[in-house]
């Protein structure tokens, strides 16, 4: 992938540059367990919040071009760009090529010896590799979204940058001179043939603020390096598809928020789903169903420390909580209490700008299936479930009984609560998790009572969840309209025959546009395509031996990546990223694709 920059610090191409702003593709994401900062192929870090990712951004250009605040570093004049990950690593690595010569930026949030460090820190090495490069760069702190003024503080051991309780540092090695303007720093060097720079911003928000050596920087990146590339070599999968399932496990290990075990959804917030905006949500939260999903995958690749973190996570939080259970926590286990809507323009001018998410309070039944789906893989993976977590889930299991028959706002978070038929599913997932564990000796309580309730939710979907005149299962009782969501139950076994078989095609005929799919009937007049649906129908075309429908389909959605391998949540029909990046359904849909897809494989090549 090539581009050409004008000779501006803050502006490229206009091809790739609108107003400050770049298409959502242009991102790569790097990451060090606690916040995740995104780099434009230009070169700009438009977003890095500090120092988790839940705290305020600020560099948050890729929100507010004018004031959002940016991290900026490439060549001076025209150059030619190309980008890849160091294998194995959720480290960036940029090479320009101009008419005088070649350098490489490598990006990465760093890590200590004993993994994340207490500090926020990104280094941007710069290595000349041919000739001579001159390159620009600029450090600009931003509002935190029109919230605070960024202020110079001058000390003994340098200056540094305050924004309300927020310290930023720049120390630099080679990028000299540096030119200040306030709490502004910017410059140009150039880079020949063999030579090392490094650029590095620490941040820390309501804590003194260490310094970095400028030439030990250089040591920390190849440490960095060296921990991702441990990392990856626990990762276990060599199946099909492996490049692509490798990068989506290292875009899922960014948004392992590591203080707790939770996973984010995204790290991002208010990236628009639809040109037309108003569907912009902050997924800066821990949703069980990405847990449930990830746990899966996390154990089928052999990751032991992050599949206990996560379901340690789940149950101890959801005990923490004796009430309704939501279907998102905050990254460090509390409830979501409030949105708000700074003043600030959103991603090319489509707002609103959201911080905190209103969905929080809803029914969702479906998530019962999600939370014990997440400790029927850790039990199948040949671990013991402890009495505590035995207990919650017992009551859970019993609440399922008692819940499933009513209204809920079903796995879309609607506002028009109504019998969504994947929700039911979702419970009878829950109840026949629970019988499997029982028998298991994991959990006790009353057996019979969830079978009877299993088997009462089969009678209900096949009277009220599947119209006999359309010939498809219908997104609630007395609607016509079709649910992708349905698919996520051909993978949990509740239906792999003809019914299923039926409405995979009728959502193939209604909901499909080439690879991609929208999540269920009347979207396509109000969003883009959601990426998850496209492998949810890969995987449950496998499920009902469509195997090579099923090839063909992962095939043509791996390739809709970006340059680097990453999905954001939604794309539209020409292409274009939508919605919040990296987006974990996305990438967790993806492997549990090709999961499924190699497991099924595999069955039907042992039966002969």
């Given at each position: 992938m090539t581009e050409r920059t004008r000779d501006t610090p803050d502006a490229t191409d206009n091809e790739e540059r609108t107003d400050g702003y770049v298409p959502l593709r242009s991102y790569g994401a790097i990451g060090d367990g606690r916040t995740v900062a995104l780099v434009a192929l230009d070169g700009r870090i438009d977003w890095l919040p500090i120092p988790s990712m839940d705290s305020p951004p600020v560099f948050a250009s890729i929100l507010d071009a004018e004031h959002g605040g940016h991290i900026a570093l490439r060549p001076t004049g025209e150059a030619e760009v190309s980008r890849e990950y160091l294998p194995g690593t959720n480290v960036l690595v940029t090479t320009w090529t101009t008419p005088t010569g070649q350098v490489t930026v490598t990006d990465a949030m760093v890590t200590g010896v004993a993994g994340r460090l207490p500090w926020a820190e990104v280094a941007r090495c710069v290595q000349g590799v041919r000739g001579s490069v001159e390159l620009e760069w600029a450090v600009v702190p931003g509002t935190l979204l029109e919230t605070a003024e960024p202020k110079r503080l001058d000390t003994a051991n340098g200056a540094v940058i305050g924004v309300d309780g927020i310290t930023i540092a720049i120390v630099e090695h080679g990028f000299e001179p540096v030119r200040e303007d306030g709490p502004r720093f910017s410059g140009r060097f150039r880079a020949e043939s063999g030579s090392k720079h490094i650029l590095t911003i620490v941040g820390t928000q309501d804590e003194p603020i260490f310094m970095p050596d400028p030439v030990s920087a250089l040591d920390a990146m190849d440490r960095t390096i060296a921990n991702w590339s441990t990392w990856s070599e626990v990762f276990s999968y060599d199946g099909p598809w492996s490049d692509a399932v490798q990068r989506s496990a290292l875009a899922l290990k960014l948004l392992i928020y590591s203080p707790t075990g939770a996973i984010a959804a995204a790290p991002t917030t208010s990236l628009p789903e639809d040109r037309d905006g108003g569907k912009n949500w902050d997924y800066r939260f821990a949703w069980v169903r990405d847990l449930s999903y990830t746990v899966h995958a996390l154990t089928r690749f052999g990751l032991r420390e992050e599949t206990h973190a996560a379901?340690?996570?789940?149950?101890?939080?959801?005990?923490?909580?004796?009430?309704?259970?939501?279907?998102?926590?905050?990254?460090?286990?509390?409830?979501?209490?409030?949105?708000?809507?700074?003043?600030?323009p959103?991603?090319?001018?489509?707002?609103?700008?959201?911080?905190?998410?209103?969905?929080?309070?809803?029914?969702?039944?479906?998530?019962?299936g999600d939370v014990f789906e997440i400790l029927r893989q850790y039990v199948r993976a040949g671990n013991v479930i402890d009495r505590r977590t035995a207990s919650v889930l017992q009551d859970l299991a019993d609440d399922a009984c008692h819940r499933w028959e009513e209204r809920d706002s079903g796995m879309w978070e609607l506002e028009d609560a109504q019998h969504y038929v994947s929700s039911k599913i979702g419970c009878w997932q829950?109840?026949?998790?629970?019988?499997?564990?029982?028998?298991?000796?994991?959990?006790?309580?009353?057996?019979?009572?969830?079978?009877?309730?299993?088997?009462?939710?089969?009678?209900?979907?096949?009277?009220?969840?599947?119209?006999?005149?359309?010939?498809?299962?219908?997104?609630?009782?007395?609607?016509?309209?079709?649910?992708?969501?349905?698919?996520?139950?051909?993978?949990s076994a509740f239906d792999r025959g003809p019914r299923m078989q039926a409405t995979i095609r009728a959502i193939e005929d209604e909901l499909r546009r080439g690879p991609l799919v929208y999540r269920y009937s009347g979207m396509a007049d109000e969003e883009s395509p959601f990426v998850a649906c496209s492998f949810w129908l890969a995987a449950a075309m496998a499920c009902v031996g469509r195997l090579d429908d099923a090839r063909e389909l992962m095939d043509a959605m791996v390739a809709q990546a970006n340059d680097v391998g990453l999905f954001s949540e939604m794309m539209s029909e020409d292409g274009s990223f939508m919605g919040n990046l990296p987006q974990g359904l996305s990438h967790l849909a993806l492997i549990q694709a090709a999961l499924t897809i190699e497991e099924i494989a595999g069955d039907e090549h042992a039966a002969g």
């Open positions: 379901v340690s996570w789940v149950m101890r939080t959801i005990g923490e909580h004796d009430s309704d259970m939501p279907i998102f926590y905050e990254l460090d286990g509390s409830k979501s209490d409030g949105v708000e809507q700074p003043d600030v959103g991603w090319n001018g489509i707002g609103p700008v959201t911080v905190g998410n209103r969905a929080s309070g809803q029914l969702q039944l479906g998530v019962y829950a109840l026949d998790a629970a019988v499997e564990l029982h028998d298991a000796g994991m959990i006790d309580g009353p057996r019979d009572k969830w079978i009877e309730n299993r088997e009462l939710i089969e009678q209900w979907v096949a009277e009220h969840g599947w119209d006999e005149e359309r010939g498809h299962y219908v997104m609630y009782p007395g609607s016509d309209e079709l649910d992708t969501s349905i698919l996520l139950h051909a993978m």
